[in-house]
């Protein structure tokens, strides 16, 4: 080992470095295909350069054969005599592969057996038109050629086809012999270094050490030399090889073709006895004897390095030609580095030498007691502090590529063994993450990638069944998003089956069925979380190997990270995982409980609320035993950190002076107990006092507000009710003792700018210890059933009113421009119809009981009106109080109480509600509004009538819709979802002239069905209308990139039918 | 203290810090100490086992106070001005022991230790590894690492 460690290390770490390129650029390459994009191929030759030359130089014979031998199936890529396919690649994947082990078990490299990597590399070179000269021995993969210099020495073993290569690249070549310790260590560098800067101006064929050339310590005399010979190929011209070299001229050959010979020698360990450097006498003329003593005592001052590693440097050198093997051993494992930018490592520099300043004037400050002084330096200081820690956090920070590259080759992997045709996409690969966090996300993204192309993506003839590209896709997405790093795992795939899923769960006893039965679709999709579930039906050894969701989740909450999970049943599953930057720094939220301060990390934080004491009271409800705040609508659980905890709160009774439990049964008592105590009068007042005396007692504390920290962690939504809210601080983590970890309420400790410690609340564990699961559940049922109703069945805004006393009903508010109330004396009669006086002009009013039999208004002194606007004409309806709005889900029934101008019926609020069908209403009233419809209707009659494909998956909106076509004369096919539309449309591509379409449909959606029309050349001519009740700019805008030529909002009869017929007009034309 | 046991192991001879538990007389190895401080300081840890005090910050390390009466299945330590932390190093681990009071160091050579009885003024045998046997009173030498198993 005459190399020391750090050298070897570095090596190491550089040669890692490469490798972790070159997975991907072999992938690019095979994707190429015959189109060989030559920039990338010599991106990984020269990767697989570097790692020989530095091999050679360590003396890793077995790294350097293997690299060797990618070296040369890379070259002939290179010449484009080779197409990279498929199984080449694989195979120089596999090699790198081993390289990559051997890299990692350096001590053993030697030793191990790669000999089917080579033969199955020689196949490849062999088999290549290239190598099939006849001159060529056909079981000798590279020939090896030997360089006689002029001297007659003989540099042996080096690689014809390099050498050629070499030349038909116009290079020069040389041989250059640097002498280890006067070239390089005493001119203070290292051969990595100058392995590195000779590759910026050429190629090294060959680097080898001679050992046997190398002197022994026992002969004073000699010089102390250890040759390094270099075969380089450069452009650069021989005279200029000097200056590049940085070694006399004398040192450097240059190759001819004369010089080269077949090698006299076939065998590879032919090359450890290698050529006779020349005379040991020739290099002592350059170094007096004198000087040659000085070279020890020399190196040790330049490098500052304690006396026995130099000397032990030389003795190594000096037994290793007794071994005649050139031995690696590293003492112990390396330890992990990391590789800092030098400008980030001067920052540091900088900041550093700026902290001492600014200690020297606060000591200054200090003791000339200058309190002007002492401020300004605490306030550099503070600065130079936040930047010095940022700087330090920044040297922490890796980019995401790091791991994610490397899912190209275990998605490309995985889909060949499974027969799937998968590609992935990599986003945001240059996102930093803090390299502890990015390590211990490494397992759990790659168990939900494996699980996306092992359980997601379906096999390609499954897909082509589906109607889906044969081609699955995944996305991986790193992005920035509020302080945290955003990751998305994304499929095309199957998606999840709930039901399957909550079968499952029920099988394997983690859920009954009755749970189930409750659950919405999301929950049964989120049981893959449970420990103990595992929904591959048989354990393949692609992704079943005993690890569950279940560890992913615990892993990434670890980390502090949230996953999400949606799904939509055969198009595909979306996991995000959110995560902090850093471990090690987090902001927090301060808070207190019984005098103790507990810091919240912010990530798990959503909001703070206060809930004034007036109000608890009302504000707080009882749910079974659980105390739960309603917040904006929805059920928020709350914990009572105190109770949690078993903090004993105490304070001592005024009148019989005993230390009484002061402990809440449960969180509603508290203002109740307050009025009482108020009620007594008497006491109240002492009570109070005493408590704020004693200050322990915050319940009867004037400001008996209640302070809810509401958190989030995982599947946990919760109120975390604490005694006080103080700042947010930046905390740094610290790891609290071994008798302290089976307190899992905490993440750590931390300490207070006062010095004292305060615990890290762990808000996942908390909600498990308060066995939250069950609350938060049922919390998340009723979320997910609200947001399904929103999503999947369509929602509509109705305002509703009576007519009489009695009947209840309700018309689209859309429609709706005003609401007013008129004095009945104001309505005028002209003949059979009224009209008031407003905003100018006359208002037509009417009532229900004209179009259908209802009762007639009563006679009364106010008349509530509601404007409706209809073809642009305003009309009021008048009718009887209280008018409201509301959004409900329309489930209507269209045939029991069917009337005139009334589409159906449904119940809202208990109510049986008569929905109003405006439209028919004015038509039945004003027939000569609905001129242009008539119009249209004439048109058709002439041209051929029109035909609409329509498709939506709520049947109240289908008959609607179809009805309002149908009325203006339009032939209309329906479809319950995107699927059927598509069927339908290649059955009968012909006939139709226009497609309406819903968006959120089961099975395929509004926006797959119009990708597909628009990329199908057969339909691509029709145009596509979306009618939706997803109007936000997001939805718009992929409506827009899938091809939506029109967005109409739910339901607009007129503007919608507005809309086909101008359509139909321009396809028309 | 690694060089330490090289010497013959009869001569050698070892110095206990001692300190008062309940009623007992104890010792601890010095070289297994820390420090010995009065920071008392303690941030209370709601659910840790009842011989958890708290813990401390110790120029920026986290170290838990450990009741020393309590651990050792006595009576809790009783709040005095005697009190103090004894930070003992344990599996790479500062932690610190509280005691009702210290006492003075003791030295002895390694045969004096001879082992300790089933039970040392109340306190179990196995948490000693021997006791020292001086003109005024019995000393339990304390097993660290048996004391602070969890």
Redesign the interface.
């Known amino acids: 080992m005459f190399e020391d460690d750090e050298t070897l290390q570095m090596y190491i770490e550089e040669s890692l470095e490469h490798l972790g390129d070159i997975e991907s650029d072999l992938l690019t390459i095979e994707e190429a295909g015959e189109n060989i994009d030559l920039d990338l191929v010599n991106n990984v030759f020269r990767a697989a350069h570097s790692i020989k030359g530095g091999a050679g130089f360590m003396g890793l014979t077995t790294i350097k054969e293997l690299a060797h031998h990618l070296e040369n199936v890379l070259g002939l890529i290179r010449n484009q005599e080779l197409i990279p396919d498929s199984s080449r690649i694989s195979v120089l994947l596999k090699g790198f592969d081993e390289l990559e082990t051997l890299l990692n078990n350096i001590q053993t490299s030697n030793e191990t057996d790669i000999s089917h990597h080579i033969q199955a590399l020689e196949k490849i070179t062999t088999s290549s038109p290239a190598e099939e000269k006849p001159e060529e021995k056909p079981d000798m993969a590279p020939r090896m050629m030997d360089i006689v210099l002029e001297d007659g020495r003989i540099f042996q073993q080096v690689s014809m086809h390099d050498i050629a290569q070499a030349a038909s690249e116009g290079k020069n070549l040389f041989l250059v012999e640097y002498d280890l310790v006067n070239d390089i260590h005493r001119k203070g560098k290292n051969p990595v270094e100058v392995l590195n800067s000779l590759q910026k101006t050429g190629t090294i064929i060959d680097a080898r050490v001679d050992f046997d050339s190398v002197g022994t310590l026992d002969h004073t005399l000699e010089p102390l030399k250890i040759p390094f010979q270099i075969v380089f190929a450069s452009i650069i011209e021989y005279d200029m090889a000097e200056t590049l070299f940085e070694i006399p001229t004398r040192y450097i050959h240059a190759v001819t073709d004369n010089m080269l010979a077949a090698s006299s020698s076939t065998h590879p360990d032919a090359r450890h006895k290698t050529m006779e450097m020349q005379s040991t006498a020739e290099r002592v003329e350059t170094i007096p004897a004198a000087q040659v003593q000085e070279v020890l005592p020399e190196k040790k001052q330049e490098q500052g390095a304690p006396a026995g590693a130099s000397t032990g440097e030389v003795q190594t050198a000096k037994a290793a030609p007794k071994n005649g093997e050139n031995e690696i051993q590293l003492g112990q494992k390396p330890q992990s580095s990391l590789r800092v930018n030098v400008g980030l490592l001067d920052t540091l520099m900088n900041l550093a030498g700026e902290l001492v300043l600014g200690r020297n004037q606060l000591l200054q400050g200090i003791n000339s007691a200058n309190t002007k002084a002492t401020e300004l330096s605490s306030q550099r200081i503070d600065m130079i502090t936040s930047e010095l820690q940022e700087a330090i956090m920044r040297t922490r920070m890796q980019p995401i590529a790091n791991i994610l590259n490397k899912f190209s080759r275990v998605v490309r992997d995985m889909s060949h063994q499974l027969g799937k045709s998968i590609d992935l996409q990599i986003i945001g690969k240059e996102v930093e993450l803090d390299k502890t966090i990015l390590e211990a996300i490494n397992d759990p993204l790659t168990h939900l990638v494996r699980n996306s192309v092992d359980h997601g993506i379906e096999t390609p003839m499954e897909r082509e069944q589906m109607g889906k590209d044969a081609t699955g896709r995944i996305t991986l997405k790193a992005f920035h998003d509020a302080g945290q790093v955003n990751l998305i795992i994304s499929d095309d795939g199957r998606g999840l089956a709930p039901e399957k899923i909550a079968k499952a769960a029920i099988a394997k006893g983690l859920m009954t069925e009755k749970q189930v039965a409750e659950m919405s679709e999301k929950g049964k999709m989120e049981l893959i979380f449970l420990p103990g579930f595992s929904t591959a039906s048989e354990v393949t050894d692609v992704s079943g190997r005993g690890v569950g969701m279940d560890v992913v989740v615990t892993n990434i909450q670890s980390l502090g990270g949230i996953i999400e999970l949606d799904s939509t049943p055969g198009q595909g599953t979306d996991i995000q995982i959110k995560l902090p930057l850093t471990l090690a720094i987090i902001p927090s939220q301060i808070t207190s409980v019984g005098g ?1 301060r507990y810091a919240l990390p912010q990530v798990n934080l959503n909001e703070l609320l206060r809930i004034p004491a007036a109000q608890v009271k009302e504000k707080i409800e009882k749910v079974g035993d659980a105390a739960v705040v309603r917040l904006r609508g929805e059920l928020l659980p709350l914990l009572n950190l105190a109770q949690m ?3 004993e709160k105490t304070f001592t009774d005024p009148d019989t002076l005993e230390e009484q439990a002061d402990r809440r049964r449960n969180l509603a008592d508290r203002r109740s107990k307050k009025h009482l105590a108020s009620d007594d009068g008497s006491d109240a007042g002492p009570v109070d006092e005493h408590a704020k005396r004693s200050g322990k007692d915050r319940r009867y504390h004037a400001s008996s507000a209640m302070n809810i920290a509401v958190v989030s962690a995982g599947a946990f939504k919760y109120g975390l009710v604490v005694d006080q809210l103080h700042d947010s601080e930046e905390i740094v983590v ?10 899992t ?2 993440a750590g ?1 931390t ?1 207070m700018g006062d ?5 890290i609340l762990d808000i996942s564990n908390l909600a498990q210890m308060a066995e939250l699961a069950t609350v938060s559940e049922a919390g998340q049922v009723a979320r997910a059933a609200e947001k399904k109703a929103e999503t999947k069945t369509d929602k509509a805004a109705l305002l509703t009113f009576k007519n009489t006393d009695s009947g209840h009903f309700a018309a689209p508010l859309n429609l709706v421009e005003r609401i007013e109330r008129i004095k009945t004396a104001e309505i005028e009669r002209i003949g059979d119809r009224k009209v008031v006086q407003y905003r100018g002009g006359a208002l037509p009013l009417y009532e229900l009981s004209q179009v259908a039999e209802f009762d007639p208004l009563p006679e009364k002194e106010l008349q509530e009106v509601i404007v409706f606007k209809v073809k642009n004409r305003e009309l009021g309806l008048m009718v009887t109080p209280p008018v409201d709005t509301m959004e409900v889900v329309l489930d209507v029934d269209e045939n029991t109480l069917k009337q005139p101008a009334i589409n159906g019926s449904m119940i809202i609020n208990g109510h049986t509600t008569l929905l109003v069908d405006i439209f028919e209403m004015v038509k039945i009233l004003n027939p000569e509004w609905f001129a242009e419809e008539a119009r249209t209707a004439a048109d058709m009659a002439q041209n051929g009538e029109k035909i609409l494909l329509f498709a939506e998956d709520s049947a109240f909106f289908r008959n609607q819709v179809k009805k309002y076509m149908e009325e203006d004369n339009f032939k209309v096919i329906e479809a319950e979802d995107g699927l059927l539309a598509w069927e339908l449309l290649k059955e009968r591509a012909d006939e139709i002239d226009l497609v309406v379409t819903d968006l959120e449909m089961p099975n395929m959606d509004g926006f797959e069905l119009t990708r597909r029309i628009k990329n199908d050349p057969r339909f691509s001519h029709l145009q596509v209308i979306a009618l939706t009740s997803l109007a936000s700019d997001a939805h718009i805008e992929k409506g827009r990139s899938a091809g939506i030529d029109a967005y109409e909002i739910k339901l607009d009869r007129e503007k919608l039918m507005a809309v086909i017929r101008q359509y139909l007009h321009l396809s028309r034309k | 203290m690694a060089d330490e046991p090289m010497k013959d192991t009869a001569t050698q001879s070892f110095e206990f810090s001692t300190f008062y538990v309940g009623g007992a007389l104890c010792g601890i190895n010095i070289l297994n100490i820390q420090e010995i401080n009065k920071n008392f300081d303690i941030t209370q840890v709601p659910q840790a086992a009842d011989y958890v005090k708290g813990i401390l910050n110790l120029r920026g390390r986290i170290v838990t106070i450990i009741d020393l009466g309590a651990k050792l299945g006595l009576e809790p330590v009783t709040v005095s001005k005697d009190n103090r932390n004894i930070i003992v190093n344990s599996e790479d681990e500062h932690i610190g022991l509280l005691v009702d009071a210290i006492s003075d160091v003791v030295s002895a050579g390694q045969d004096e230790l001879e082992p300790s009885p089933s039970n040392i003024g109340g306190v179990k045998g196995k948490f000693f590894q021997g006791v020292i046997k001086t003109e005024k009173s019995l000393i339990g030498i304390l097993d660290i690492d048996e004391v602070l198993k969890e």
């Open positions: 103790e905890l078993g903090i610290k790891p609290v003792g071994r008798h302290l970890k089976k307190c309420a905490y400790a300490i010095g004292k410690v305060a615990l």
